[in-house]
């Protein structure tokens, strides 16, 4: 099963299942998908018998390719009973996410499940689960009454160590639910399913109707459930499994007992540029990613975010070489047939900048040194957050954000304004004056002197 069924779901956990299959010559495994917030992809699927088509863009780019690992298509939102049976069942092996970091429903103040959220709530009264933890959870105590044999968790979403994190979160539902049944759910779970950390990297825009136009012309036939994406797609899974998988390894996976140096270069080099150029970008009225990083200064500036202020504070993996990957990042991001959208990139960035740039921020203040490059990225966000309605943020905090802002939108009044939402910041970072005033330095930047200014700023940084 996977739940989260959007366009990265089908441009890579499908497509390494189907290339595991052709490789291996194992037909066995199909993908039950289940779609989270919304059922478009599910309807999209349905009539196509969960048949689909890859669109890659760029350099190296393959032919169209239709992708029939997805052997079924339901709507998690108006089919809750089917998804917990689902998993309950014992032709399930695995369950893989990609929910996005807010799909974990995770309590900003202390990392763990936020039981005060409304449908979390629901969920743990014995509502049908919306939330994929509450899916999950509820999915996997029928199992256990069915005794329908382990199973294994994969997540796929870009937080550090997902895996134990999903797990964290699952056992948190059992210990909120009534003691007995709680008990009988913790235990369960941890003697019988697998939670593997893993690290996936492709960049998939979204769909837009020029992309199924040109689908139809090169097929001859309407697919609403095209997908596009670079030719580039990764994916580290640390080895760790309670049952049967697809052979993955055989489409290119790479199986390793530590996925951590996998994920922080990930996060801190190539999520932490892309939410970099996203909100320089949106300042500087650049559209799109490959528009952003056509700007010299934001090149320049992303460059030495990664090599100055990310590559001294990360453990890479081994065989990654640093500057090099550093290079490719920024290739790809130049890659302009993609089209990924600023706006996409940037929103969610209250649950995004905590672990793409605020670690290595800290990092660096720890060690003595200036953490400038990402500063001015986290000075960019706090200028969108002051910039626009809590509608265009696009973000889950937006109304808590906008609360924080004062009536006046300079750098000294709006930097220690959002240094105070807890959700986003701690005390301890709030309260350096090293890191305020960079803020505020790259704020006024922004803000006051226009684009010329701010390429001034950042050539002479």
């Given amino acids: 099963m996977h739940l989260g069924l959007g366009a990265f779901a089908r441009a890579h956990t499908a497509v390494f299942t189907e290339d595991a299959m052709l490789a291996s010559g194992d037909?066995?495994?199909?993908?039950?998908?289940?779609?989270?917030?919304?059922?478009?992809?599910?309807?999209?699927?349905a009539p196509q018998d969960g048949l689909f088509s890859v669109v890659e863009r760029g350099s190296g780019a393959a032919p169209l390719r239709l992708v029939s690992s997805i052997t079924e298509a339901i709507s998690g939102r108006h089919n809750p009973e089917t998804v917990i049976e689902r998993i309950a069942s014992g032709r399930?092996?695995?369950?893989?996410?990609?929910?996005?970091?807010?799909?974990?429903?995770?309590?900003?103040?202390?990392?763990?499940?936020?039981?005060?959220?409304?449908?979390?709530?629901?969920?743990?009264?014995?509502?049908?689960?919306?939330?994929?933890?509450?899916?999950?959870?509820?999915?996997?105590?029928?199992?256990?009454?069915?005794?329908?044999?382990?199973?294994?968790?994969?997540?796929?979403?870009?937080?550090?160590?997902?895996?134990?994190l999903t797990q964290k979160l699952v056992l948190a539902f059992a210990a909120a639910l009534p003691s007995l049944e709680g008990e009988r759910l913790r235990s369960w779970v941890q003697e019988n399913v697998a939670f593997p950390s893993t690290m996936v990297d492709r960049m998939v825009p979204a769909t837009t109707a020029a992309d199924l136009d040109a689908v139809e012309r090169e097929l001859g036939l309407r697919d609403e459930a095209a997908v596009v994406a670079e030719p580039f797609l990764q994916w580290v899974i640390e080895d760790n499994f309670a049952a049967g998988r697809p052979r993955w390894e055989d489409s290119g996976a790479v199986f390793t007992h530590d996925v951590a140096p996998w994920e922080a270069a990930k996060l801190r080099l190539l999520n932490a540029s892309h939410s970099m150029l996203a909100y320089l970008g949106l300042a500087a009225g650049k559209a799109?990613?490959?528009?952003?990083?056509?700007?010299?200064?934001?090149?320049?500036?992303?460059?030495?975010?990664?090599?100055?202020?990310?590559?001294?504070?990360?453990e890479l993996p081994k065989g990654l070489e640093g500057e090099a990957y550093c290079e490719q990042v920024l290739s790809r991001f130049a890659n302009p047939a993609l089209g990924h959208t600023t706006a996409k990139v940037g929103s969610d960035g209250s649950q995004k900048i905590g672990l793409r740039l605020l670690t290595t921020v800290r990092a660096n203040l720890d060690a003595g040194r200036e953490p400038r490059w990402a500063s001015l990225a986290v000075a960019a966000w706090m200028h969108r957050v002051a910039s626009v309605s809590p509608a265009e943020l696009d973000d889950p905090l937006a109304a808590e954000l906008q609360a924080a802002l004062p009536s006046a939108r300079s750098a000294a009044a709006v930097v220690p304004a959002l240094l105070n939402c807890r959700s986003v910041f701690d005390g301890q970072l709030a309260a350096n004056s090293s890191f305020m005033d960079l803020l505020t330095h790259w704020y006024s930047a922004i803000d006051a002197h226009g684009l010329d200014g701010l390429r001034n700023e950042i050539n002479h940084g």
């Fill in 27 to 45: 037909s066995y495994w199909g993908i039950t998908g289940v779609t989270q917030r919304s059922d478009i992809v599910a309807r999209q699927l």
């Fill in 92 to 164: 399930t092996s695995l369950v893989t996410l990609t929910v996005t970091e807010k799909g974990y429903r995770i309590d900003p103040a202390g990392g763990g499940l936020n039981l005060a959220d409304e449908q979390v709530q629901s969920d743990l009264a014995g509502g049908p689960p919306r939330t994929a933890i509450g899916q999950l959870a509820r999915g996997l105590q029928r199992r256990a009454l069915a005794d329908a044999g382990p199973l294994t968790v994969v997540s796929c979403d870009n937080l550090p160590a997902n895996g134990e």
């Fill in 288 to 314: 799109t990613i490959s528009e952003a990083v056509g700007e010299d200064a934001f090149l320049v500036a992303c460059r030495r975010m990664m090599i100055e202020d990310v590559l001294p504070t990360v």
